[in-house]
């Protein structure tokens, strides 16, 4: 079992292939058994649910195994807003993903 899951942004994804990733993004629509969101970077990207996925907030963090340059498939959910009217400033947390790849951090945010 892989113990590491780095929080990476649209862009990044396609590196991450078959490994499991945290993705924080917004929800922008149900498709069948799939949900479109949009990445902090703000790249859309399709995660595949399972039927028991939980996902009730407009803000969330997929926890998934990516397996397409766009595409994850969702192993856990974290709901970031509890209200409909918060707001997440994606940029910041884009920013924040950006640093953890920054050669400087490396012994801080292994990849």
């Keep these: 079992m892989e113990l590491l899951s780095p929080r990476v942004n649209s ?6 292939m078959g490994r499991t ?4 993004c917004k ?3 149900f498709q069948g058994a799939s949900v479109i969101v949009e990445a902090c970077d703000g ?10 996925s939980g996902l009730t907030a407009t803000f969330v963090e997929i926890i998934g195994q990516v397996v397409g340059e ?3 498939k969702f192993l856990f959910g974290i709901n970031l807003d509890s209200d409909k009217d918060q707001s997440v400033d994606m940029k910041l947390v884009n920013d924040v993903v950006e640093l953890t790849f920054d050669p400087r951090f490396k012994k801080m945010f292994p990849q």
């Design 11 to 16: 862009a990044r994804l396609p590196a991450f």
């Design 21 to 24: 990733v945290r993705l924080p």
């Design 27 to 29: 929800v922008l629509k």
């Design 43 to 52: 790249g859309q990207v399709e995660v595949r649910l399972n039927p028991n």
């Design 70 to 72: 766009s595409a994850i």
